[in-house]
């Protein structure tokens, strides 16, 4: 019972013990003099000033020391900038140095720190000096690389634990867009100066948004302040990594790539290399391997064959010298692989090189790759070739110092053609300064023609070429001034067929429009300053009993002779002979300059066009609606490459700018025949202008000019002047021949709106003048009819004449053209309808103005009724007397 009690008091009395030291510690810590002792012992435990808002601390169950507002100071040879920084800071203390009277760490956790690592000028690390040193390399002959640093104390930090990090870099004063969040895990010391990391962050950038960045895992062994680390071991894992986000970490842009990317790799520095006891300083050696998966375009789905690509790399990183060093470079695709090296340096504008050994490449590979970024691709395509090579590249601009490439030839095959493609033997490979693809021939032909043409025959004397559906490619690049080209020229028999095989790679090349028959090319892209960029177009194609079906067009355009050239970029057609609108045609057309981008960088056309004869009957055949419902609607997609154009035929015009001359040896509007028509004419937003247009009609001639406004309503204004013209052939109505003969002069200015014969008809209108000599009339006798007042059978005849007329209601009326003879004058009114009608009013001029003075009654011959069979009839009417 007595030993009890005394358990009891001594019990007691370390509870009091204990209470009084927490309580003692407690208000202790927040003393100042404890706040600068706490201060300095750990600013000696990280090696760095330290800035602490305020401790607190406890002694049960294990003496811990809790640090609100850390702030680790930077070395001044990394800026001034703060170190480590983090919301609190936990510290767990050692129970053997609290009973020597030190404070010794033991493991101390980190909630949300912030990490700035800074590389300054000497290519060192802040880093490098923060862990403690090794006990081995204290005061040793070191291997380190740059000032040392001098020795320190051995402390105890046995571990440290990050929760919710974040780790930023610089590179001196300037801080890099990359950076580490969600950084988690902990540092831990498992000998003198031998650190043990096992930390995973989640990769972030500044202004881009990831949605699937994965999570970056690091295991390893690194030393303290020992030559830059050393020695040391790091595993790295990376997966879950979309590629979009990858383009956005490594550029800061999305690129459009979808797929997944995952990445394994080691790094040791500071270890014995082929057994050497002394490794080279500063050399860290790597090994990387990189895959991605199902890889495809952004807007396309996923797919079975979507490829994948696997790549190794492995060598050294020499801090010394900037440079990376690759000994062993691998990629690996299913069909394909390549093996070399190669050599990067890290600074800016630094050289590098690659060798590769081997590499051989399949075109089931290169398809799955096209098809992967390339839409509407057809199912059935399918390619079989392998291609094999080798080289040496440097720089960039990329240039080529050694080089071979080679291929036996393949097949491909593709929906829509009997034939497969056949490719022969390539061969290329570095000459002088450039790298050259010799021909390399692409045929339709079957199998055995496409091995004669190869020079491969299995007799003497065999054909080496086939004739038709054959095409030979060529490629040049010089690695000097990055100036080069791909040419090729062939024959095809059935160009249609070209079609069929770019339709089969997604490439819709005739939209709108058909080609069939022959065709001749010889055509090169040329390109400088940088492979494929600022290319032109040079060369020429040959038509040859060629037909063009365009949307919207009710016969095919036939070609019988024509050619197709580019010079510089700039395109010309020279047409010997084709065949359209009903006419013979001749002629050249040449691109222009490009327009603005206001008017969407449309070339603008410049043609010289000669037809035999145009018809708009003719016209009507080839373009005219026909019954056929929403006929521009449905040519404006094919034709606008499925731009949404709302229906509205105005689009169309628009995307045609052109100017030139057109002449024809005839023309034919329904009863208007015209020859020799010659017209200088622009089309240009939605405007044709008819500047200037003169044509033989009727023996006389005709000039003048014409605008049409292509809107939802087409509005058109002519402006016509005649000379001369023979009234006995004037198409009015029929029998007008026989009723009129003389020669005429004037002008006229019309307008019409509307879509259709019928409705131009309805909404012509307009006025105009006229003058004419040695007028005959043939019928009546105009003046004895007047005179007597019984309509007399005779022939009139006028020396002159002229007035004003109107057009309007589908005919044409007059009010007082005046006739003039030798005995006397007659003034005509009345109106030609377009139809058969006529409708004539003779009076004499003399005889009305005395009637009109005295308001008497006047005789007037009235002729009217058909055209062929008009009658004649004698009228008294009156006359309203004139107010003088």
Request: charged fraction near 25%; aromatic fraction near 8%; proline fraction near 4%.
């Amino acid at each position: 019972m007595n030993q009890v009690r005394k358990l009891w008091k001594w019990v007691v009395l370390l509870v009091v013990v204990f209470v009084a030291a927490q309580l003692s510690v407690s208000f202790g810590v927040r003393t100042k003099r404890m706040h600068g002792y706490l201060v300095a012992r750990v600013e000696w435990a990280f090696g760095r000033p330290v800035q602490v808002s305020g401790f607190s601390a406890q002694i049960l169950p294990i003496p811990r020391l809790e640090m609100n507002g850390v702030t680790i100071g930077e070395d001044p040879a990394f800026g001034n900038e703060y170190f480590l920084r983090a919301e609190s800071m936990q510290a767990s203390l050692r129970w053997m140095g609290l009973l020597k009277g030190k404070f010794e760490f033991g493991t101390m956790s980190l909630t949300r720190p912030s990490l700035i690592l800074v590389r300054n000028k000497g290519g060192r690390w802040n880093l490098e000096g923060w862990l403690p040193r090794s006990a081995g390399k204290v005061g040793g002959a070191g291997t380190s690389i740059g000032p040392q640093i001098a020795a320190s104390p051995s402390n105890y930090l046995q571990k440290i634990e990050f929760d919710d990090g974040r780790i930023s870099f610089k590179v001196e004063n300037e801080k890099r867009p990359f950076a580490f969040t969600n950084v988690s895990g902990n540092v831990e010391q498992t000998g003198p100066g031998r650190w043990q990391l096992n930390l995973e962050a989640k990769p972030w950038r500044s202004g881009v948004a990831l949605q699937s960045a994965g999570i970056l895992y690091v295991r390893g062994n690194v030393a303290g302040t020992s030559a830059r680390l050393q020695p040391a071991q790091v595993q790295v894992h990376w997966d879950r990594v979309s590629l979009a986000d990858l383009f956005r970490l490594v550029t800061g842009n999305d690129y459009g790539v979808r797929g997944e990317f995952a990445l394994d790799g080691t790094a040791s520095v500071g270890a014995a290399e082929d057994g050497k006891a002394s490794p080279v300083a500063g050399r860290w050696k790597y090994e990387l391997k990189a895959r991605a998966t199902q890889v495809h375009r952004w807007d396309l789905t996923d797919r079975n064959d979507n490829p994948s690509v696997s790549a190794g790399v492995k060598g050294y990183w020499d801090l010394a010298s900037d440079e990376i060093r690759t000994e062993e470079l691998s990629v690996d695709l299913p069909q394909s692989n390549l093996r070399g090296e190669g050599t990067f340096g890290t600074t800016a504008n630094s050289a590098w090189s690659m060798r590769v050994d081997s590499a051989s490449l399949g075109a089931r590979d290169i398809l799955a790759w096209y098809r992967a970024f390339q839409p509407n691709v057809m199912e059935g395509l399918s390619a079989e070739q392998y291609f094999s090579g080798k080289g040496l590249v440097r720089g960039w601009p990329l240039r080529w110092e050694e080089g071979q490439l080679s291929s036996e030839g393949g097949v491909l095959r593709a929906p829509g053609l009997i034939e497969p493609v056949r490719i022969g033997r390539v061969r290329g490979g570095v000459r002088g300064n450039s790298f050259v693809i010799d021909p390399a021939r692409v045929s339709l032909s079957s199998a055995k023609t496409a091995v004669a043409a190869e020079g491969k025959t299995e007799k003497p004397g065999a054909k080496a070429r086939e004739t038709q559906n054959w095409a030979e490619l060529r490629f040049v690049h010089d690695t000097v001034n990055q100036s080069g080209w791909i040419g090729a020229d062939g024959h095809l028999d059935q160009v249609e067929l070209f079609f069929k095989l770019a339709a089969a790679f997604g490439k819709i090349v005739n939209r709108g429009w058909e080609l069939g028959g022959g065709v001749r090319s010889d055509v090169q892209w040329e390109w400088k300053e940088g492979m494929f960029r600022n290319g032109r177009w040079n060369g020429s194609m040959e038509f040859e009993k060629a037909e063009i079906q365009a949307a919207g067009l009710n016969q095919p355009i036939e070609l019988e002779e024509a050619r197709l050239e580019w010079k510089m970029g700039q395109r010309s057609a020279t047409i010997t002979k084709a065949n359209a609108f009903g006419a013979a045609w001749s002629g050249t057309a040449t691109e222009g300059a490009a327009r603005t981008s206001e008017e969407r960088g449309l070339p603008r056309w410049q043609f010289r066009l000669h037809a035999d004869h145009l018809d708009a009957t003719e016209l009507d055949r080839w373009v005219g609606p026909r019954a056929r419902p929403n006929w521009l609607q449905r040519l404006l997609p094919s034709l606008l490459g499925n731009t949404n154009v709302g229906g509205k035929p105005s689009e169309l015009l628009r995307r045609i700018s052109a100017e030139g001359e057109l002449s024809a040896e005839a023309v034919t509007v329904e009863k208007i025949k015209l020859s020799d028509a010659y017209a200088k004419l622009s089309l240009e937003n939605l405007e044709l202008n008819v500047r200037e247009a003169e044509a033989q009609w009727v023996g006389g001639n005709v000039r003048g000019t014409m605008r049409a406004e292509f809107s939802s309503t087409p509005k058109y204004e002519i402006a016509a002047q005649m000379e001369r013209v023979n009234l006995a052939e004037l198409p009015w109505i029929p029998g007008w021949a026989e009723r009129w003969n003389g020669l005429a002069s004037g002008r006229v200015q019309l307008t019409t709106a509307g879509v259709g014969r019928d409705e131009l008809l309805k909404q012509l209108a307009g006025r105009g003048e006229i003058q004419a000599k040695n007028v005959e009339f043939r019928g009546w006798d105009v003046a004895n009819s007047l005179e007597s007042g019984a309509a007399k059978a005779g022939i009139s005849r006028w020396e002159s004449g002229g007035g004003e007329f109107q057009v309007k209601d589908r005919g044409v009326s007059f009010d007082a053209i005046k006739l003039e003879g030798p005995h006397a004058k007659v003034q005509v009114s009345g109106s030609l309808g377009f139809g058969k009608e006529v409708e004539l009013t003779f009076r004499g001029a003399a005889g009305e103005a005395r009637g009109a003075a005295r308001g008497a009654e006047v005789r007037v011959l009235h002729v009217s009724g058909p055209g062929e069979t008009p009658r004649g009839e004698m009228e008294t009417v009156s006359t309203v007397k004139v107010k003088q």
